[in-house]
C-alpha cells in the first residue's frame, strides 16, 4: 500500500537545525503537491509548507516563513523540510501528506528545548 515515511526528527536546541525527510513510495508522487503539517499537544493541525507537483511553487505558513524551506526530488520520491532557526514554539510532530489523495504519514517528533 501507499507509504509516506518520515524521518529526521529529534531534540535541538533553541536556534539550531534539523531536516526532515518523507520518503514516499507506492503512488505516482511526482503527480502531486506535497505538504508538512505539524500538530502540537493539545492543538490542531498546522499546514507549515507546501510544495507543487514540480517543485516550482512553495509557500509556507507566515509562522516558519524566512526559517523553513521546503523542496522535492521526484526521482527519487522524497520530499524535505529544512528547518532553521528553530524556537520552541516549533515542538511539534511533523507529517508530510499528499493532501489530494488524504496520504499522511506517520508523523516525526521535533522537540526544541534547551
Known amino acids: 500500500q501507499v507509504q509516506l515515511v518520515e524521518s529526521g526528527g529529534g531534540l535541538v536546541q533553541p536556534g539550531g537545525s534539523l531536516r526532515l525527510s518523507c520518503a514516499a513510495s507506492r503512488f505516482t508522487f511526482s503527480s502531486y503537491a506535497m505538504s508538512w503539517y505539524r500538530q502540537a499537544p493539545g492543538k490542531g493541525r498546522e499546514l507549515v509548507a507546501r510544495?507543487?507537483?514540480?517543485?516550482?511553487?512553495?509557500s509556507y505558513a507566515d509562522s516558519v516563513k524566512g526559517r523553513f524551506t521546503i523542496s522535492r526530488d521526484n526521482a527519487k520520491n522524497t520530499v524535505t523540510l529544512q528547518m532553521n532557526s528553530l524556537k520552541p514554539e516549533d515542538t511539534a510532530v511533523y507529517y508530510c501528506s499528499a493532501e489530494a489523495r488524504n496520504y499522511w504519514g506517520q508523523g516525526t517528533q521535533v522537540t526544541v528545548s534547551s
Open positions: 510544495i507543487s507537483a514540480t517543485g516550482g511553487v512553495t
